[in-house]
């Protein structure tokens, strides 16, 4: 069988050696190093050819890729490497890391064009200057194709594994029969829609109740698929950690139930830096952290033990390798490596990755770029899918905060480099003429400030060049409003109708105005416009520009959720692609199941919310007295759960109850819902859409209702008064795409935490006299029944 391996992936396999090296220096952008490519080719003389495709082969090994540039009068090959800042302060272990891909492509150049020899140069092109620093060796083909045998070989038992180990996984895909004997209703419809999306190679956006095993009836399909679709990976992305861990619990269940065969499947789960850091106090390089020290010596060691492959390439571990935090952490401290940066270097060789959304649909997201750079044919599930449009929102947009620029003025750098310090002192001076511009406290802007993006370009320019000449004096409040500005910049270049430019003054807490949560409140007062700063924004209010060409550049993509109604809004937001399908799969419950009413006598608009809290009160009490046991009450914000879970207490003091709070630690969130037990009894008051809203389960006695206060809709602000416009301007529907679908949605998900399985009982009270409207009714779930 043949094994296809791009030249740089093969030289970072077998030529990458000495310290992780995590040191931030300046490093040109995509746009830039293209651009530097073009400069150096456009200096060439007439028939020199750039991007030159090579290949070549040594026993089962195809070996490809593009040469930076092929002189063919000079018989030379150029390999062009752009930078900022200082060459000569260029790490060892990357020059060799260049010069190993120079010969590789030298001796590949070497034998298409039948030249005994060839000049190699290492073209080092400065971004800032635009000058070139250049580098040569003459090589023999001879000698050439001598290294080119010596890199394959290294790579070829790897290669091999890697070979076998695929073929023995498709085998046993291809036989995997589903782990619990029948699907459960539902789950067959949905595990059909996400098989023949996978083998059609669309994109599946998929509403599917609670209950009948959502993450097995995604998985198991997309992996049977596997083989026949020559898929290279699945990545489950997850917005939460319980996401994650329900995928690695399938996969492990599978693994079992396939038992006594094996299922040769290569688990990895990624999770955050700051979780996997075992030195959260030194910084990612070898003179501070131990585990960088030498990594790239040890990770071929620690790399093969995690896998489960012997020094010949071969694997006598046939089954499932959990390749869990855990698992990765232990083999990483046996071999001396960073285990964070282990499981980033795994990535490349596992089957299944589950991870956080941000790996995949982020900016700079690892699995995206390995995908790009290893044209992988991927598969992507994406679990509990309505929480993209706000964490897509979260990725594309960008802020720049008063104080950040304020403390990077303060800075020792800044006190100390005077260019630094003109440069940061111009963005101060054309951001405080915006504010003396801004009248109100919260602005629009047709477009990002000519002034200010000048400045902020030339502070970027400045500071790059500061940090490539000063690499060791690291600075982080001067680093982390560099990070701020380069983001805002890349979003300013970015900006279109997707985005709003706006300009927020500091709030005073007597007036609400934030985000809807009730958790930003704040009024913008004449003294505060007048002393204040603002805070700068590109905002996104639709991400689909930004996800549609991740979701384009899988082989397929199944998006599902218990709540995607209606689906327009979420295929106009996300960016599905238009040959996208949609499947809603029918709940495995009954109405007789589910007692909803409605609490007509009840409003919870705004101006009502201090006279519904006595009606609330005696609703509550009254349900809890007739069917005593656990339930969750649930509230727009912290402030209206207090006041109605104050009022509660004082009326009926013996009623038990206990209550979310603001920024509550994970281990809080458990003990929270470890009351919730089978013979326990009390009322839980959460906020819609927070921890306790989604993605918990507590099945038979552990729930048996809820109450749901408002409608869930965001408050009416400035802001969202501003995605309202841009939204009716784009999709015509400003109110249902910015208030009404998002506050439903939140809704929905919350009563959800009632019915669990086909035999759970439940009541939910939808206390607002709004859910009599038959426009809102049409957004609730059909088997409700209302
Ligand atoms: S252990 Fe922590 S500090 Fe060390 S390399 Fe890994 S992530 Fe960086």
Same mark, same amino acid.
């Given at each position: 069988?043949?094994?296809?391996?791009?030249?740089?992936?093969?030289?970072?396999f077998?030529?990458?050696q000495?310290?992780l090296?995590?040191?931030?220096t300046?490093?040109?952008?995509?746009l830039?190093?293209?651009?530097g490519?073009?400069v150096?080719?456009?200096?060439?003389?007439?028939?020199?050819?750039?991007?030159?495709?090579l290949a070549?082969r040594?026993?089962?090994?195809?070996?490809?890729?593009?040469?930076d540039?092929?002189?063919?009068?000079?018989?030379?090959?150029d390999?062009?490497k752009t930078f900022?800042?200082?060459l000569?302060?260029?790490?060892?272990?990357?020059?060799?890391l260049?010069?190993?891909?120079?010969r590789?492509?030298?001796?590949?150049?070497?034998?298409?064009?039948?030249?005994?020899?060839?000049?190699?140069?290492l073209?080092?092109?400065d971004i800032?200057?635009?000058?070139?620093?250049?580098?040569?060796e003459?090589?023999?083909a001879?000698?050439?194709?001598?290294h080119?045998?010596?890199?394959?070989?290294?790579?070829?038992?790897w290669?091999?594994?890697?070979s076998?180990h695929?073929?023995?996984?498709?085998?046993?895909?291809t036989?995997?029969?589903?782990p619990?004997?029948d699907?459960?209703?539902?789950?067959?419809?949905?595990?059909q829609?996400?098989?023949?999306?996978?083998t059609s190679g669309?994109?599946l956006l998929?509403?599917?109740p609670?209950?009948?095993?959502?993450?097995m009836?995604?998985?198991f399909p997309?992996l049977k698929?596997?083989?026949?679709q020559r898929?290279?990976?699945?990545?489950?992305?997850?917005?939460?950690?319980?996401?994650?861990?329900?995928?690695?619990?399938?996969l492990?269940?599978?693994?079992?139930?396939?038992?006594?065969?094996?299922?040769?499947?290569r688990?990895?789960?990624?999770v955050?830096?700051?979780?996997?850091?075992?030195h959260p106090?030194?910084a990612?390089?070898?003179?501070?952290?131990?585990?960088?020290?030498?990594?790239?010596?040890?990770?071929?060691?620690?790399r093969?033990a995690?896998?489960h492959?012997?020094?010949?390439?071969t694997?006598?571990?046939?089954?499932?390798v959990?390749?869990?935090?855990?698992?990765v952490?232990?083999?990483?401290l046996?071999h001396?490596?960073?285990?964070?940066?282990?499981?980033?270097?795994?990535?490349?060789?596992?089957?299944?990755v589950?991870?956080?959304?941000?790996?995949?649909?982020d900016?700079?997201g690892?699995?995206?770029?390995?995908?790009?750079?290893?044209?992988?044919?991927?598969a992507?599930?994406?679990?509990?899918?309505?929480n993209l449009?706000?964490?897509?929102?979260k990725m594309?947009?960008?802020?720049?905060?008063?104080?950040s620029?304020?403390?990077?003025?303060?800075?020792?750098?800044a006190?100390?480099?005077?260019?630094v310090?003109?440069?940061?002192?111009?963005?101060r001076r054309?951001w405080?003429a915006l504010?003396k511009?801004?009248?109100?406290?919260?602005?629009?802007?047709?477009t990002?400030?000519?002034?200010?993006l000048?400045?902020?370009?030339?502070?970027?320019?400045t500071?790059?060049?500061?940090?490539?000449?000063?690499?060791?004096?690291?600075?982080?409040a001067?680093?982390?409003?560099?990070f701020?500005?380069?983001h805002?910049?890349?979003?300013?270049?970015l900006?279109d109708?997707?985005?709003?430019?706006?300009?927020?003054l500091p709030?005073?807490?007597?007036?609400?105005?934030?985000n809807?949560?009730?958790?930003n409140?704040?009024?913008?007062?004449?003294?505060?416009?007048?002393?204040?700063?603002?805070?700068l $924004?590109?905002?996104?209010?639709?991400?689909?520009?930004f996800?549609r060409?991740?979701?384009?550049?899988?082989?397929? $993509?199944?998006?599902?959720?218990a709540?995607?109604?209606?689906?327009?809004?979420?295929?106009?937001?996300?960016?599905?692609?238009?040959?996208?399908?949609?499947v809603?799969v029918?709940?495995p419950?009954?109405?007789?199941?589910?007692q909803?009413?409605?609490?007509?006598?009840?409003s919870?608009?705004?101006?009502?919310?201090k006279?519904?809290l006595?009606p609330?009160v005696e609703?509550m009490?009254?349900q809890?007295?007739?069917?005593p046991?656990?339930?969750?009450?649930?509230?727009?914000?912290?402030?209206?759960?207090?006041q109605?879970?104050?009022?509660?207490?004082?009326r009926?003091?013996?009623?038990p109850q206990?209550?979310?709070?603001?920024?509550m630690l994970e281990?809080?969130?458990?003990?929270?819902?470890?009351?919730?037990?089978?013979?326990s009894?009390?009322?839980?008051?959460?906020?819609?859409?927070g921890?306790?809203?989604?993605?918990?389960?507590?099945?038979?006695?552990r729930?048996?209702?809820a109450?749901?206060?408002?409608?869930?809709?965001?408050?009416?602000?400035p802001v969202?008064e501003q995605?309202?416009?841009?939204?009716?301007a784009?999709?015509?529907a400003g109110?249902?795409?910015t208030y009404l679908?998002?506050?439903l949605?939140?809704?929905?998900?919350a009563?959800g935490?009632?019915i669990?399985?086909?035999?759970?009982?439940?009541?939910v009270?939808?206390?607002?006299?709004?859910?009599?409207q038959?426009q809102?009714?049409?957004?609730?779930?059909a088997?409700?029944?209302l």
């Open positions: 069988m043949t094994y296809t391996v791009a030249v740089r992936e093969l030289c970072e077998t030529a990458k000495g310290d090296d995590l040191r931030f300046p490093a040109p952008t995509a830039e190093g293209i651009a490519h073009g150096v080719a456009s200096r060439k003389a007439p028939g020199y050819r750039a991007e030159v495709p070549g040594y026993k089962t090994l195809q070996v490809r890729g593009r040469a540039g092929v002189d063919p009068a000079l018989q030379r090959l390999e062009v900022k800042g200082r000569d302060r260029q790490p060892a272990s990357h020059r060799h260049h010069w190993a891909q120079a590789i492509y030298g001796w590949l150049v070497c034998q298409q064009e039948t030249w005994s020899h060839v000049d190699l140069a073209v080092y092109f800032g200057t635009q000058q070139e620093t250049v580098f040569t003459r090589h023999s001879a000698a050439l194709l001598q080119f045998e010596a890199q394959c070989e290294r790579f070829l038992a290669a091999e594994a890697q076998a695929r073929a023995a996984r498709d085998a046993a895909l036989a995997l029969t589903f619990f004997g699907f459960r209703a539902g789950q067959r419809a949905l595990a829609a996400v098989y023949r999306a996978t669309r994109c998929a509403q599917a609670t209950g009948i095993g959502k993450t009836g995604t998985l997309v698929a596997a083989p026949a898929l290279d990976k699945v990545f489950f992305l997850a917005a939460k950690t319980s996401g994650r861990q329900t995928a690695l619990d399938a492990a269940r599978l693994d079992e139930a396939n038992a006594p065969l094996p299922l040769p499947l688990v990895l789960e990624l955050a830096r700051d979780k996997a850091c075992e106090d030194k990612c390089h070898g003179a501070s952290c131990p585990l960088a020290q030498g990594f790239y010596d040890r990770l071929p060691a620690a093969a995690a896998l492959i012997t020094g010949t390439g694997s006598p571990h046939t089954g499932l959990a390749l869990h935090q855990a698992q952490r232990e083999t990483a046996a001396q490596v960073c285990p964070y940066y282990l499981s980033q270097e795994l990535a490349r060789w596992a089957d299944v589950v991870g956080d959304y941000n790996y995949y649909f900016m700079g690892l699995l995206a770029g390995l995908t790009q750079a290893n044209q992988w044919r991927v992507l599930l994406v679990d509990e899918a309505h449009v706000e964490r897509g929102r594309y947009t960008a802020e720049l905060r008063p104080e620029l304020a403390q990077a003025r303060k800075s020792p750098t006190r100390g480099y005077p260019a310090k003109k440069a940061l002192d111009k963005v054309h405080a504010n511009a801004q009248t109100c406290a919260y602005a629009v802007l047709e990002f400030p000519d002034k200010l000048a400045a902020l370009q030339q502070c970027g320019g500071l790059s060049d500061h940090f490539a000449e000063h690499p060791i004096e690291p600075d982080a001067l680093q982390s409003f560099y701020d500005a380069l805002m910049l890349r979003m300013a270049e900006l109708d997707h985005s709003l430019v706006d300009l927020t709030a005073t807490p007597s007036r609400p105005y934030g809807g949560s009730g958790s409140s704040g009024t913008i007062t004449n003294a505060s416009i007048k002393g204040g700063a603002s805070t $924004c590109v905002r996104n209010v639709v991400p689909a520009p996800l060409p991740r979701m384009l550049a899988a082989h397929t $993509c199944t998006l599902f959720s709540t995607l109604q209606p689906a327009p809004y979420y295929a106009d937001l996300l960016g599905l692609p238009e040959t996208h399908v949609w809603d029918p709940a419950f009954k109405a007789a199941q589910l909803v009413s409605v609490a007509r006598h009840i919870t608009r705004y101006p009502h919310r006279a519904s006595g609330i609703l009490a009254s809890f007295n007739t069917r046991g656990n339930y969750l009450a649930f509230f727009s914000s912290y402030d209206y759960l207090q109605v879970a104050d009022l509660l207490e004082q009926y003091p013996q009623l206990c209550r979310q709070s603001r920024r281990a809080e969130q458990r003990q929270f819902l470890a009351r919730f037990t089978d013979t009894q009390s009322i839980g008051f959460a906020v819609l859409g921890a306790f809203a989604e993605g918990i389960d507590l099945p038979g006695q729930l048996i209702g109450f749901l206060s408002t409608l869930g809709l965001p408050q009416i602000n969202n995605i309202r416009r841009r939204m009716q784009m999709f015509g109110y249902d795409y679908y998002p506050g949605q939140k809704v929905v998900q009563a935490r009632v669990r399985t086909p035999q759970d009982q439940g009541v009270h939808l206390m607002d006299d709004r859910y009599g038959a809102i009714r049409a957004l609730l779930p088997w409700w029944g």
